[in-house]
């Protein structure tokens, strides 16, 4: 069962086309990747699926055609935007932060076991859990933005750039963690990363977005093998 | 109907105006102008040319520091009065008129540069929130201090007849004077805002981390804005005392110093021109509504604002502009042209605001 | 003795407004980082909502209550018609768009009700009673003490409740909040309304010793934004405090220091910010007063 389509997506900035008919298909649990260069495409694909910014064409979750809602109803419906750059919410603690992530649950327990389950998969935030964001690592502040996402009980996770600017061995860290919560959940992903080593350690599929257009698509697999492409798109 | 005329003719202007040898005759009619009209006006006429040339430089002041600059100051019209106020207290104990007029300039310059020093420490909003005290002290002060202010009665002073032998009525030198005195000021800051220190006022505006990293220190140059404006505001004092011969505690009131504020968002932030409409505004607007019903006043300014910002957030002065603009648009043949239709609704109140002034003339 | 106790009483229940009106202003701040110089404008309106419905027969009581609901309502449809607008633009631009809503509001008051005072009926009693042997008013009493029971409420709002965790985070970061699900907009409605509703009862307890006039609250904001400048715009406690200091100090400057007297004593929250300015930069309580760079 697909539980994302895109179809034929555009965008633009002002007079700038940002997107330009972009293809997506993610499958009931499956993780695809969204890999290009700088400005190819790639935020922007993900802001146009959870309503931040204004789109064309079709984009479908669940059966359902989500395009122009807003970002709140979208995030109602299941999808969790982990943006670039974290979203954080800086003047609140972690268990703030982990609460408003829960914030359209009604069950109590449900929450509290998942805070329980947020902070068994990032132990580093559990001694910060009174601390305020703003006071965290740039490592943390990854972790926790998943883990207030992850709060929502997602069906869908949209994660940009979680590498951005952290040290090898902590991004190492943060996509495990992230690889064990999809093993454990089953939350399908839709996943931009700019190092297409670590984003294939998580996703199944990828597609290539070259100006706001997709110029390859494929497994994995298929596209590890592919050292031109790699060496073109992948900064690999 | 009045649109449609205005319309075209203000792109006419502007590509009028783009033709060198009006641009350096342009000046010259406008000197002509300046000296003609006070001759062949009649006295009330004159009388409001000149209110409107006072508030022009008060609202000018006002520019410099919150449109060019960007800082919100609600206490403008407080250097206003303490202008009034010393020019006044000058008159009455016979000082030599120039050095009143300096005085009337360096008092509030030195007023504005201690509350600026302490203000523009707060950054952001803070000065808007300190200035706006300037004008609910001010007026309680200048009751106590009546054995200089005069009081809640206030004082007056005439200085400004016409001396004899130029053949001149009062109303036409005075008015003179409002040009010389007030044009002035308009050329020099003119010049400031287009030069260093107005790009430096525009970076602060703009982004004070950029003007940081650029070496402009944010905090200098707001109290810089700061200090010329209370020193236009001290000179459009000593003009008021040229025009009015009268000042009070009412002059600086609460209520003044937002019409002020309001006065300059309408006629358009950062914008000579602006600067003038908005003393138009200030002078004109407040008698017509007056006319009709005087407990109107401040709802219509208040509405009058929130339109003006809603629809032409750079003011009356920016009105030819949006027009061209919109017509562009609406020729390129884009959208439903909602933007096009915005300016011209405005230009109705506009007009309202403007013209009703040569009528006034006319009546008195 | 007497006279300086009852004189820091009193103070301490005008303090109170202040207090309520700089907090409503703070919670405008948290909410959507404008100063919003029509509050105090928004607080008479309410007051004379209250003074109509007494004068059609409800209730004080119950007159009071409805102008709060009315200025909750109406605090709401100023943020989502008015402020949206400008609330992510130039914060100058939208402190402006406060100003013209001031004058707007003053304009509609004097033009429905005229500039003339209008006598507004007290809550409490205006009896003294004998507090530890010094005679104090009842009405600053309970002045006090119905900011004091408001602020504590607000405080549990923000710090214990779902709705208060929400409205924080909204103000922290709109964008992420609303990728949890949070209505963004409907709270920030909700942030407004609370703070109009908390200006209608400052109001209401003020305007009585003020008597209505379209104008009442202008002195009570300057008070108000010395308070917020004072206390820190990031502190409501600090906030409070401040504006009680402020109450207290100018009730006895104007008593006790010759110059400055009943008219003049306006003017203390400014020498004291001056010399707060001077000697503590980030404000009394705040962690930094730095409004918004």
Not at chain 1, 161 to 186: F, H, M, Q, W
Not at chain 2, 122 to 150: E, F, H, N, Q
Request: contains cysteine; positive net charge.
């Amino acid at each position: 069962m697909t539980l994302l389509e895109l179809e034929g997506v555009t965008a633009s900035y002002g007079p700038v086309q940002v997107l330009d008919g972009v293809s997506l298909r993610v499958p009931d649990n499956g993780a695809v990747g969204i890999l290009g260069a700088n400005g190819a495409g790639k935020t922007t694909t993900l802001r146009a699926i959870s309503g931040t910014v204004r789109a064309g064409g079709r984009i479908v979750f669940d059966g359902k055609d989500i395009r122009g809602l807003r970002p709140d109803r979208v995030a109602a419906l299941g999808i969790a935007h982990v943006p670039e750059g974290r979203g954080t919410l800086g003047d609140l603690t972690v268990r703030e932060n982990l609460r408003v992530g829960a914030y359209l649950r009604k069950d109590a327990k449900g929450v509290a076991q998942d805070i329980d389950y947020c902070l068994d998969l990032f132990p580093n935030l559990q001694n910060r859990i009174r601390s305020n964001a703003s006071a965290l690592s740039g490592g943390e502040q990854q972790m926790l933005a998943v883990a207030r996402a992850i709060m929502s009980k997602p069906r869908l996770l949209l994660l940009d750039e979680a590498s951005l600017g952290l040290a090898p061995s902590t991004a190492k860290n943060v996509y495990d963690a992230i690889r064990r919560l999809r093993i454990e959940s089953g939350i399908a992903m839709v996943v931009v990363e700019q190092n297409a080593n670590l984003a294939f350690t998580l996703v199944d599929s990828a597609t290539v977005l070259e100006t706001g257009r997709n110029v390859l698509t494929g497994t994995s697999a298929e596209l590890r093998g592919m050292d031109e492409i790699r060496r073109a798109y992948l900064g690999g | 109907m009045a649109r449609v005329v205005e319309a075209p003719a203000s792109s006419a202007a502007s590509s009028f105006r783009r033709r060198p040898w009006v641009r350096r005759a342009g000046p010259l009619v406008l000197l002509v102008v300046l000296v003609a009209l006070p001759l062949m006006l009649p006295e009330g006429a004159n009388d409001t040319l000149a209110r409107i040339g006072v508030f022009a430089v008060a609202v000018l002041g006002l520019n410099v520091v919150m449109g060019y600059t960007g800082q919100v100051s609600l206490g403008q019209i407080f250097f206003l009065g303490l202008g009034a106020y010393v020019t006044a207290y000058g008159v009455t104990n016979d000082w030599n008129i120039v050095l009143v007029f300096v005085l009337a300039c360096l008092v509030p310059a030195v007023v504005g540069l201690v509350v600026a020093l302490a203000a523009a420490r707060l950054g952001g909003l803070a000065i808007a929130m300190v200035t706006i005290a300037l004008p609910i002290v001010g007026v309680p002060l200048a009751k106590r201090l009546s054995d200089y202010t005069g009081g809640s009665q206030g004082l007056s002073a005439r200085f400004t007849d016409a001396p004899e032998g130029t053949g001149l009525y009062d109303d036409q030198w005075q008015l003179y004077l409002v040009f010389l005195i007030g044009g002035t000021v308009f050329l020099l800051t003119r010049n400031l805002v287009r030069g260093r220190y107005g790009r430096a006022f525009a970076i602060v505006k703009g982004n004070e981390n950029v003007a940081s990293s650029m070496g402009i220190s944010p905090y200098r140059y707001k109290v810089l804005a700061f200090t010329i404006a209370s020193l236009i505001g001290g000179v459009s004092g000593f003009l008021y005392m040229v025009v009015v011969q009268y000042t009070s505690p009412e002059t600086m009131s609460f209520g003044h110093s937002i019409e002020l504020l309001v006065a300059m968002v309408i006629g358009g932030a950062a914008s000579i021109v602006g600067s003038i409409l908005g003393g138009a505004f200030y002078v004109v607007v407040p008698d017509l509504t007056n006319a009709i019903d005087p407990s109107l006043t401040a709802l219509l300014q208040g509405a009058l604002l929130l339109v003006v910002l809603f629809l032409l957030p750079g003011g009356l002065a920016s009105l030819p502009r949006a027009l061209t603009r919109g017509r562009r648009r609406s020729r390129a043949g884009r959208g439903p042209a909602a933007p096009p239709t915005t300016p011209s609704s405005t230009t109705g109140s506009g007009t309202a605001a403007e013209e009703p002034e040569t009528e006034r003339q006319g009546h008195a | 003795m007497d006279k300086f106790i009852q004189l820091v009483v009193d103070g301490l229940s005008t303090g109170s407004v202040y207090a309520a009106l700089a907090l409503a202003i703070v919670l405008v701040h948290q909410a959507t980082g404008l100063i919003n110089f029509a509050q105090g404008g928004l607080a008479v309106l309410a007051a004379y909502v209250a003074w109509w419905l007494t004068n059609q027969g409800v209730p004080l009581v119950l007159a009071i209550l409805l102008s709060i609901v009315f200025s909750f309502a109406l605090g709401a449809l100023v943020e989502r018609y008015l402020m949206r607008r400008f609330e992510r633009g130039d914060p100058d631009t939208a402190v402006v768009v406060t100003i013209g809503l001031l004058t707007l509001i003053t304009g509609v008051a004097g033009w429905l009700w005229t500039y003339n005072n209008q006598q507004f009926p007290s809550l409490f009693s205006l009896e003294t009673v004998s507090l530890l042997g010094v005679s104090v008013s009842i009405r600053s009493i309970g002045t006090t003490l119905a900011i004091v029971v408001v602020m504590v409420l607000l405080q549990a709002l923000f710090a214990g409740t779902k709705l208060g965790l929400a409205l924080r985070a909204v103000a922290v970061n709109p964008q992420s909040a609303a990728f949890s699900g949070l209505p963004v907009g409907r709270l920030l409605m909700v942030g407004w309304g609370l703070a109009a509703a908390l200006g209608a009862v400052a109001g209401a307890l003020v305007a009585p010793q003020l008597t209505l006039t379209p104008g009442m609250l202008d002195n009570a904001l300057v008070y108000a934004l010395a308070a917020v400048i004072l206390g820190g715009l990031t502190s409501p406690v600090g906030v409070v405090v401040a504006a009680w200091i402020i109450g207290v100090l100018e009730n006895l400057a104007a008593v006790y220091v010759g110059f400055i007297g009943f008219d003049l004593k306006v003017a203390v929250p400014f020498i004291l910010i001056f010399v707060v300015l001077i000697v503590r930069p980030q404000g009394l309580f705040g962690r930094k007063v730095v409004v918004r760079v």
